[in-house]
């Protein structure tokens, strides 16, 4: 069964800390995964990885893929209290048709 | 920027009593899914729909279910038969392709069944 853990579940930090959020699969078919967080309603867009050891960055937020143990990390550097929402990592597998497999999310609470 | 809009954004319905949950895709995009999350839980996988057609479903997605996009701009989820079960936010996404291309969701209809 195609499966996605992140940790921690939940984490509360400081303005100011660098947090790093982890992601986990387990999927047959494994085509890209995706980072996406979420405030009050929809998950909004943050990376898409595919290739294993080629960072993306956009602002204080980079994340990073190793398809060979099958994980990946999201960075957030200088944390603001805006930052606090639940982040999301998903993966899009190609088993029937493409579609995404979420994790649970980590929840990030960043305290000013 | 170009978005996924839900509407309505809250529905309360009685038990056993039909839904229908409407979402305009981004206008170029051309795969369309619906993914639903219990209060507190993971966003799981629907359905999938191109080319008019059902591209895959979970075992959530039984007989109660059925989507469709009948005039070309809206996309549907129907619910014939609501169950406690199904409160959940329900997010509708597009991509406009599958070949790298990701999903952008809508903000949701929050889905209360009393």
């Known amino acids: 069964e195609d499966k996605v853990v992140q940790s921690p579940l939940s984490l509360v930090v400081h303005e100011g800390d660098t947090v790093t959020l982890n992601c986990s699969y387990e999927?047959?078919?494994?085509?890209?995964l995706l980072w996406y967080k979420q405030e009050k309603k929809a998950p909004t867009f943050l990376f898409m990885l595919?290739?294993?050891?080629i960072e993306k960055k956009s602002g204080r937020l980079s994340s990073i893929l190793d398809k060979k143990e099958l994980f990946s990390i999201l960075n957030i550097t200088a944390t603001q209290t805006g930052d606090s929402a639940v982040y999301l990592c998903a993966v899009e597998t190609t088993s029937g048709t493409y579609k995404y497999i979420f994790g649970t999310g980590t929840r990030l609470k960043v305290l000013a | 920027e170009p978005e996924v809009t839900q509407t309505p954004s809250h529905q309360v319905t009685q038990m056993g009593q039909e839904v229908i949950l409407r979402c305009v895709p981004i206008?170029?995009?051309?795969?369309f899914y619906w993914y639903r999350q219990i209060l507190g839980q993971k966003v799981e996988f629907l359905v999938s729909f191109y080319n008019n057609e059902i591209s895959e479903k979970s075992e959530i997605f039984d007989d109660q279910f059925s989507v469709e996009r009948p005039d070309g701009s809206n996309f549907t989820l129907k619910i014939r038969s609501t169950k406690l079960e199904d409160s959940a936010m329900y997010f509708c996404?597009?991509?406009?392709?599958?070949?790298?291309?990701?999903?952008?969701f809508g903000q949701g209809t929050r889905l209360t069944v009393v």
């Open positions: 206008s170029n995009h051309l795969y």
């Open positions: 595919t290739s294993s050891g």
């Open positions: 999927v047959t078919n494994f085509r890209s």
């Open positions: 996404a597009s991509s406009w392709d599958l070949t790298g291309a990701e999903a952008f």
